[in-house]
C-alpha cells in the first residue's frame, strides 16, 4: 500500500490543486501563530526581530517544498514550459529580480540593518524593515526641520542600492560634523566672542569627544584615514557688514536638534550677559520692533530669528 504522501502525489490535478491551497493556508496559520508567539520569549528588540524575520523566511521554506512535492510528477513538463517562457519571464520580472539582488547585496554587504539610520537617494530615515523587495523606513525630515519624523512610512525598492548612493548614519562612526552660525556686529569684542563659543562648546560637547575619539580611531585604523581633530572650532567671515562666527563641532547623529537647542541657549544667555561687548547684528537695525514686525509682516517676510531672539 503506498503511504499517504504518494496517494496524495496521485492525485487528479483539479484534487491537488485544492490540497495545495489547503496546505498552504494551514502552513500560513501555524507560522502566523509562530510568528506572533515565539518572538515574546526575547527580552531584546532586536532578537525578537530576528527570530520574526526567520520565522517567515522558514515559511516560505515550507510552502516551497510541499509545493514541490505535491507536483513532483508534473515538474519535468512545467520545467520545459518555463524555460520556453524564461525569456518573456526574466523581462517582466527584471524588476523583482532587481530588488531580490539588492536585497542580496544589503544582506551580505552589511550596507545597513535594522534600526540604523540612512539617507537612500532624497529619502532619509530610520530603518524599519528590510524585505526581499522593500525597505521600509520611517522618514525624517521633509517639511519638517532638523531631524525630526515626518510620520510617514516609506518603502524603497531594494534594486535603488545598485543604482545610487546610500548613506549610513550609524555604522562605523555614528558622529557627524555639525555646525551653528553666529552674526554679531562690528562693534563686538572678537577675542570675547572666539573665546565665548569654544568654552560654550566645551562645556556641553565634552560628553561626546571620549566617545567620539575612540570611535574615530578604530574608523581611521580599518579604513586608513588621517588623524583629525574632533574638538571644537570656530572660524569666522565678514558678510553683510557683520561678524558671522561659524561653531563647527561634532555630535551623535541623533542629538542634533537637542544640541543645537543647548548651544544657542547658552550662547544667547552669555550674549545677554556679555554687556554690550557682544551684540546680535540683528539689533543694530531694530529701532522700534513693533513698526519692523509690521513692515516687514506687509511685505510678506517674518522676523528675523535673532530680532525674536532679543525681543
Not at 149 to 174: A, D, E, H, M
Not at 301 to 308: F, G
Request: net charge neutral.
Amino acid at each position: 500500500m503506498p503511504d499517504p504522501l504518494q496517494q496524495i502525489v496521485l492525485l487528479p490535478l483539479g484534487l491537488k490543486i485544492v490540497c495545495a491551497s489547503l496546505g498552504i493556508l494551514l502552513i500560513h496559520a501555524v507560522f502566523r501563530l509562530l510568528e506572533r508567539t515565539l518572538p515574546r520569549h526575547f527580552r531584546e528588540r532586536d532578537s525578537r526581530y530576528r527570530v520574526r524575520k526567520a520565522i517567515i523566511f522558514a515559511g516560505y521554506a515550507v510552502v516551497i517544498l510541499f509545493v514541490t512535492a505535491l507536483f513532483e510528477d508534473r515538474l519535468g513538463r512545467v520545467t520545459f514550459a518555463l524555460g520556453v517562457a524564461g525569456a518573456s519571464v526574466v523581462i517582466a520580472l527584471q524588476d523583482v529580480i532587481a530588488s531580490f539582488a539588492g536585497w542580496f547585496a544589503i544582506e551580505f554587504s552589511n550596507l545597513y540593518a535594522v534600526g540604523q539610520r540612512i539617507q537612500i537617494g532624497e529619502t532619509k530615515g530610520d530603518v524599519l524593515d528590510i524585505s526581499m523587495l522593500r525597505t521600509t523606513l520611517m522618514e525624517i525630515g521633509n517639511w519638517v526641520s532638523g531631524d525630526l519624523y515626518s510620520g510617514r512610512i516609506v518603502q524603497i525598492p531594494n534594486s535603488i542600492v545598485l543604482k545610487g548612493q546610500v548613506f549610513n548614519y550609524s555604522q562605523g562612526f555614528r558622529f557627524v560634523w555639525d555646525e551653528v552660525k553666529i552674526p554679531l556686529t562690528v562693534t563686538s569684542d572678537l577675542q570675547l566672542a572666539r573665546e565665548m563659543l569654544l568654552r560654550t562648546a566645551g562645556v556641553i560637547l565634552s560628553d561626546y569627544l571620549e566617545e567620539a575619539e575612540s570611535s574615530w580611531k578604530g574608523v581611521a585604523d580599518n579604513y586608513r584615514l588621517e588623524k583629525s581633530s574632533l574638538d571644537p572650532t570656530v572660524s569666522l567671515v565678514v558678510d553683510g557688514g557683520c561678524f558671522v562666527f561659524t561653531l563647527s563641532y561634532i555630535v551623535d547623529y541623533a542629538d542634533r536638534n537637542l544640541m543645537k537647542d543647548r548651544l544657542f541657549t547658552r550662547i544667547a544667555q552669555e550674549i545677554t550677559g556679555s554687556d554690550g561687548r557682544l551684540i546680535w547684528a540683528a539689533t543694530s537695525n531694530v529701532t522700534n520692533p513693533t513698526t519692523e514686525t509690521k513692515a516687514e509682516t506687509s511685505n510678506g517676510s517674518s522676523p528675523n530669528a535673532y530680532q525674536i531672539l532679543q525681543r
